[in-house]
């Protein structure tokens, strides 16, 4: 055994040693591998009391047949360490109790741990190694990780099983949660501290020893508030840039208190209602502390020029303006069918609303325009300024103008032609015009006028009998005269004659005497004869 | 202000009715110039010098019985001579005397001259066509063709509608009448001379003697 032992050792160390690379390759390594694995067989057994072999057989086995010892083995030690790892999570103090009571123990035991450790990373490159074990490990893993989950199942009947609880997840995962955001738990921080580390155990992720300095960084950030100073001084580049965890460590670090305070309270589900509003309120006064002081929105600012303003940012904001003119009416069917019979009615009831030509005003009359008259004019200027002042002044005693006496030449030929045109009628509607003016009658026979005149002229005379003749009595032609009356005639004529005579007798006497005595003599014997028969016919 | 107001007082005590204004009536001419005789001397240019012998006892008898001023002829100095009277009712009449014998003098008839004599307003100007626009040989003979019109239809179109008298003697333009008419007879004349035709100028004419007579 002790023999066996160095040479494991040794065999192990040179393992160790070797490149992982060189363990894909087969040959060489396996003899080594294989002593290295015997020895860790034996450094094992005494932990697990049910362990069927007591020693690894590895001659002439394969390697699938040699790792199905080693699980066997493993496995219930594995879970062992599971729980008792849990226990010290839970109870930190035994963890004391075992390390000052056996310290040696435990170093070995740490010893062991660690190789431990080793050996289940050299088990795990061994059956990376031989790739068929990959899928085996992964699958392992996987089913540690859905086991743990079942374990952590509470409420959820159907979900939960022995394995699985959904509180003991949830506690699972706030653990996570406060591990990464680097909570400042006073009371928690020991408490936080261990569980890092024990998560930090729990992980079978390829880890060296850089994880335990951060790891002891993140306690420390964890630590508190005095250490800020300290923390920010040793601060990595892996810390900023470096794995996926510590990354969002610090960029929360930068953040503002309200949001841990708000991942506070993510974390923890114990805040009364009164604190939760309180936060809230408070959260709302940052918000709106924080909006007051920034510039306000181009909107509130008051007059902004285009220039101002980010470009088109108008013609998202509704402006509300007052727009001069109606807006456009929206054109719909049913518009257009009122229209329609609007239409429709008009055109029944003929009610058009047609532009009427405005009266115009009543002016006075249009002052009679002057012909422009070419030739000189027959009146002096002054005779002209004359006339424009009589018409002005009486307007009575104007001389007719040129086209006065026009107009009534003109007027006058109207009549005469209106007159003409009833005629043809009959003068069935006209009265005859009245034509004031003296006009010769010939008494014409009436037929010579028919020929002529229109069928409307009478025919009768054109002379009324009075207007030829106006007299009295019985009128007799000479021919039906008696001789009385033929005498009276005479008679009267005689009488008549004499009193003609009797008016200028003496002109006639003194012409006679100067100028012819003969003649004179005759008359004055005639007389005295005449004189004599008078006389006779008197008796 | 006790002075002022003492002031005040006085003037209004002192309003004392003030005698009537004197009216007096108008001065004679003989008055005006303090009993001395007013002249006024006409030379007559030669190409009036037998209308004026034709037309003297038309011009003679208004001037002396109407305007009561005395009107000779100066045969050799070629003037006629006005020359008020002491029965001159108004020194005007002299004035209006010499304008109605230059009127003649330009060329105007009697009968439109003697419109001088009866109206106040009346006036006459007279420019020359150069004064419109500078016209040379053929075009200033075609410039107051224009102006006279065949027969002289234009000129006689001018004077009855704007009831102006025109005498166009050569290359000088006088016109007789009231001022505003005047006026518009020397624009249609001027829109001639600058060469517009007379169908134009009659249509303006038309419309502004309308204006005119209203």
């Known amino acids: ?539 | 202000m006790a002075e002022s107001t003492q002031m005040e007082v006085e003037t209004a005590a002192q309003t004392v009715t003030l005698p009537a204004k004197p009216t007096f009536k108008p001065l004679k001419a003989h008055e005006m110039s303090d009993g001395k005789v007013q002249f006024r001397k006409i030379s007559v240019p030669p190409n009036r010098y037998s209308p004026l012998k034709k037309a003297w006892l038309d011009i003679y008898t208004p001037i002396y019985d109407q305007m009561k001023v005395d009107i000779r002829m100066n045969l050799k100095a070629r003037k006629v001579e006005l020359k008020t009277r002491a029965d001159t009712p108004d020194i005007s009449n002299l004035q209006k005397a010499a304008d109605f014998v230059h009127a003649f003098m330009l060329g105007f008839d009697i009968p439109d001259a003697i419109s001088l004599l009866r109206m106040d307003e009346l006036y006459v100007e007279s420019f020359e066509i150069k004064d419109v626009k500078t016209l040379k040989g053929e075009h200033l003979s075609r410039a107051i063709g224009r102006l006279s019109g065949k027969g002289g239809k234009t000129k006689f179109a001018i004077e009855n509608s704007t009831k102006t008298r025109i005498v166009i003697a050569d290359t000088r333009i006088h016109i007789l009448g009231a001022f505003s008419n005047i006026k518009v007879a020397r624009s249609s004349l001027c829109s001639l001379i600058m060469g517009s035709p007379a169908g134009k100028v009659y249509s303006k004419l038309r419309s502004v003697s309308a204006r005119l007579n209203e």
């Open chain 1, 1 to 539: 055994m002790s023999i066996a032992k160095a040479s494991g050792f040794e065999a192990l160390e040179k393992l160790m040693s070797t490149e992982p690379p060189v363990f894909l390759a087969p040959s060489s390594i396996s003899e080594v591998a294989r002593t290295a694995s015997r020895y860790l067989f034996e450094k094992l057994k005494p932990f697990n009391p049910k362990s069927p072999f007591d020693q690894l057989l590895v001659d002439g086995f394969d390697a699938e047949q040699i790792w199905q010892q080693i699980d066997l083995q493993c496995q219930p030690l594995l879970s062992s360490l599971r729980q008792d790892v849990k226990r010290f999570a839970q109870n930190p103090k035994e963890i004391r109790k075992l390390g000052n009571l056996a310290l040696k123990v435990s170093h070995e035991d740490d010893d062991v741990d660690e190789m431990d450790m080793d050996d289940d990373e050299l088990e795990a490159t061994e059956s990376e190694g031989d790739e068929e074990e990959e899928g085996d490990e992964e699958e392992e893993e996987e089913d540690d990780v859905e086991e743990d989950e079942e374990e952590k199942s509470g409420d959820h009947e159907g979900i939960e099983d022995k394995f699985f609880k959904i509180k003991e997840l949830e506690e699972f995962l706030e653990e996570g949660e406060a591990e990464e955001y680097g909570l400042d738990y006073k009371n928690k921080k020991g408490v936080a501290k261990r569980k890092k580390q024990n998560l930090r155990d729990d992980d079978d992720d390829e880890e060296d020893e850089d994880e335990e300095e951060d790891d002891d960084e993140f306690g420390a950030f964890a630590g508190g508030d005095d250490e800020e100073a300290d923390k920010l001084g040793k601060a990595r580049y892996d810390d900023f840039f470096g794995g996926k965890k510590k990354e969002t460590k610090m960029k929360l670090k930068d953040l503002s208190e309200d949001d841990e305070a708000e991942l506070e309270n993510q974390g923890d589900v114990k805040l009364s209602t009164h604190e939760k509003d309180r936060i809230k309120l408070q959260s709302k006064i940052e918000q709106m502390e924080k909006a007051n002081l920034d510039p306000k929105h181009w909107t509130m600012q008051g007059e902004i020029t285009a220039a101002k303003r980010p470009k088109n940012s108008a013609l998202e904001v509704d402006l509300d303006f007052e727009h001069n003119t109606r807006p456009a009416p929206v054109i719909t069917e049913e518009v257009t069918a009122s229209l329609e019979d609007l239409i429709k009615s008009r055109i029944i009831e003929a009610r058009f609303d047609d532009v009427q030509r405005a009266p115009s005003m009543p002016t006075k009359a249009k002052r009679e325009a002057k012909e422009m008259d070419d030739s000189k004019s027959k009146k002096g200027l002054a005779e002209v300024y004359e006339d424009e002042y009589v018409r002005q002044a009486n307007p009575a005693f104007a001389p007719t103008t040129f086209s006065d006496e026009l107009k009534k030449e003109a007027s006058i030929l109207f009549k005469r032609l209106c007159l003409k045109l009833d005629s043809l009628s009959h003068f069935h509607f006209t009265p005859k015009p009245v034509i004031e003016e003296m006009s010769i009658q010939t008494n014409v026979p009436a037929i010579a006028m028919e020929e002529v005149a229109p069928v409307a002229v009478s025919d009768a005379a054109m002379l009324a009998p009075e207007e030829i003749f106006s007299g009295k009595g019985d009128i007799k032609d000479e021919s039906e005269l008696t001789q009385e009356e033929r005498k009276r005639r005479r008679a009267k004529k005689k009488r008549k004659f004499k009193a003609e005579s009797a008016k200028d007798p003496v002109k006639k006497a003194r012409d006679d005497t100067t100028e012819n005595p003969k003649t004179g003599i005759f008359l004055c014997s005639y007389m005295t004869f005449r004189l004599l028969r008078v006389f006779e016919i008197r008796k």
